[in-house]
Every structure is written in C-alpha cells, then in structure tokens.
C-alpha cells in the first residue's frame, strides 16, 4: 500500500473520489503538511503547482493505503497534466509520494487558494474528470492530453447547463439512465445512451437507445450598426455543408465562437468579434439562448446582436492563424440582410434568428445610436 499527500485540487473530495472510482467513506484521508514547499497559482490553467520553498509550508492531505489500482488511476489522471511522483517527509513524519510538475513546465503567480478554486472551477474540474477516468484503458496519457481542451470545453458546458433559464411549463418527469457508451472521440465525441424515460400518461418507457453529439457551448453576435442601419457578416468554408454535398460550401454567419472554461458568453462575443473581424462591440443585446439541435446534439447557442460602428472601411479578412481560421467580413444594409432571409438565401440558423429579432428591435435600437467613425 502506498501513501500520497495531495496539495492541489485532489484535496476536493468529490474530485479525489471520481479519479480513485470509490467513495470518501473507503479513502484514509487526513490533512498534513509539507515543510520548505509552496503551492502556487499556474497561469497556464485553473489549478495549482508545488515549488520547493525554504521556510514555506504547503498545506494538503495525506491519503494513506492507496491500492496498485488506485496509483495506476491517480497516474492516469495526472500523467495528463505532466507530473511526476516523488518521495517527501511530511510535518508529520509521515512518509509519502507528491505529484511534481516537470521542471519549467508551468508558469507561477502567487499563493493558491483551495476554497477560491472551488468556488471558480471546482464542479467543471469534476465533469471533466468524469470524462478523463472513463477513457481509463481506453486511450493513452499522451491521448487524454490531446484531447483535454476539448474535454475541459465540454465540462464547461455541463456546468453552464445547471443554470439554465427554459423549461417552464415542460414535463419535468423521470429518466433512467442504464449505460452510456462513449462511441468516438477525438475533437468532439459521440455518446450511445440506454435509457428510459416517464411518459405523459405517468408510465415509463422502454429502454431506448440514442446517440448525442457531444459539442460545447458557443456564442454567436451579429454585429449591428444603428446609425448607418446595417449589419457584418463573416464568410467561411463550414464543414457541414461539406459533408452533406450542399452546392454553397461556404456560408454567411454571425461572428462565432466557442465559449471556453471561465469564460462567459458575452466575453466569448467580445473576444471572437476582435478575432474575427477586429471589431469592438459598443453593448450586446440577447436574442436567445437554444440548443441547436436538443434531438441529437448538446451544442448549445447564446445568440446576441452586438451594437457596433461599422464603417465602410472595417471588412476585409480574419481569423486566427492558429485555429487555421480564414474568415471573411461583408458589411449589409438591413434591408440585404432581410432580403437574404426572405429568399432563403441565409442557411445559417442563428443569423436567420438574430436578422427577425433586429427586424423586431430595430426601431429601440436607432433611438440611441452610437458614435459613427467617417
């Protein structure tokens, strides 16, 4: 058996139980202390770093009797994070092993706050774990790593989905779930459920068995530009028209982008219209907030009209280099952009919502026009 202190964020219990697979009730825990160290906050991510630290004391908790099962769980879970297992003497003179991280691995700021940590990041870092422990004997270290951002992407979504706001007025029956296969995964994953569900007549139904693409949370803006009463769009090659055989491979959309851990989705908008089209929004105006496609899809959508100074000069080409991103901006008077609804020409569901709200709003809207640059 073998004995661990845990500085970190294995010190959340909930957490320790999802990576050791038992309950807290089955794990010897016991708090300790590590003399002439530190834990410090990691700029790179949500989570902290030891360091040696003459005079420092590191606080943590010392897990005892831990199973060759439980250290090849354990190793699993922090081999994605680069760390590696040595030997110290606690305060208390108890023997133990500490993850340390690979030396220049991490950048560090300043002491780190377990309750800090927990009211920030605790629930997304036990959705994700949930997901790394599953690919236990499935995929390697190296693997899980790869796939990390977007593991991290999808906890994020989970937790943003205990907040939110439809639902008045539905069934809020009973669903079992049996199994859950994990299909695919790599940028995204695909989930096979068994489950059964209440019906409306109170009975429940057979087990059913339905795949759910796994996505995450976006934001999606159209920029709007009151005074000149126009709007932008960007242009980009999609790859769903590319795997259905559309004849337009390219679409018109809002500006787009994914929500990241810690982030919100007005900050998402901010920050993917700066990408995108190197535009700063003046204010946001919500539109919706709907699944995509709630029968086969978790991808989720926070829709915004942004308000904007759109001058003739602000479109030309943009995007990220590093997400191999190569995007487009065009400037449309409302009026195009309504026509371009009517006729079908807009195949972009979110644009198509956000150019009917701004045709509803639109009159609001120009009452306080912003600022206009030549």
Request: aromatic share 10%; glycine share 8%; net charge negative.
């Amino acid at each position: 058996m073998t004995s661990l202190f845990f500085y970190g964020t294995l010190r959340h219990v909930p957490l320790l139980e999802i990576v050791l697979g038992r309950p807290a009730g089955d794990i010897d825990v016991v708090p300790d202390l590590l003399p002439d160290h530190a834990v410090l906050v990691v700029t790179e991510g949500p989570f902290p770093c030891i360091v040696p630290q003459p005079g420092g004391l590191a606080e943590g908790v010392l897990v005892k009797g831990l199973s060759p099962q439980d250290i090849e769980r354990l190793d699993f879970y922090e081999g994605s994070f680069a760390y590696d297992l040595r030997d110290v003497t606690l305060q208390s003179g108890e023997v133990a092993q500490v993850y340390f991280p690979q030396e220049g691995l991490w950048t560090t700021k300043g002491p780190w706050s377990l309750p800090q940590w927990q009211a920030d990041w605790a629930a997304l870092s036990c959705f994700a774990a949930q997901e790394v422990m599953d690919y236990l004997g499935k995929y390697s270290v190296d693997q899980v790593a790869g796939m990390f951002p977007m593991i991290r992407m999808r906890a994020a979504a989970m937790v943003n989905a205990a907040q939110s706001q439809q639902g008045q007025g539905t069934l809020h029956g009973k669903v079992d779930i049996d199994r859950i296969d994990r299909v695919y995964t790599n940028y995204f994953a695909l989930n096979e459920y068994h489950l059964s569900h209440q019906r409306f007549d109170g009975a429940m139904s057979d087990t059913l068995v339905r795949a759910v693409f796994l996505a995450s949370d976006a934001a999606l803006v159209l920029p709007y530009d009151p005074l000149r009463d126009r709007v932008l769009l960007v242009e980009q090659m999609r790859m769903g028209p590319v795997a259905r055989g559309d004849r337009a491979l390219w679409q018109f959309e809002p500006i787009a982008g994914r929500v990241d851990p810690g982030e919100t989705p007005e900050q998402t908008a901010h920050r993917e219209s700066k990408e995108e089209a190197n535009i700063d929004l003046q204010a946001l105006e919500k539109v919706a907030e709907v699944y995509a496609s709630p029968g086969c899809s978790t991808e989720f959508f926070y829709i915004y009209v942004g308000i904007a100074d759109l001058p003739d000069k602000v479109t030309g080409v943009g995007g990220l280099d590093t997400e191999d991103e190569d995007i487009r901006s065009h400037l449309l008077s409302f009026e195009a952009l309504m026509d371009m609804v009517d006729t079908l020409q807009a195949a972009n569901s979110p644009l198509v919502i956000a150019a009917y709200w701004l045709a509803r709003h639109r009159d609001r809207l120009r009452l306080r026009a912003p600022l206009a640059t030549p």
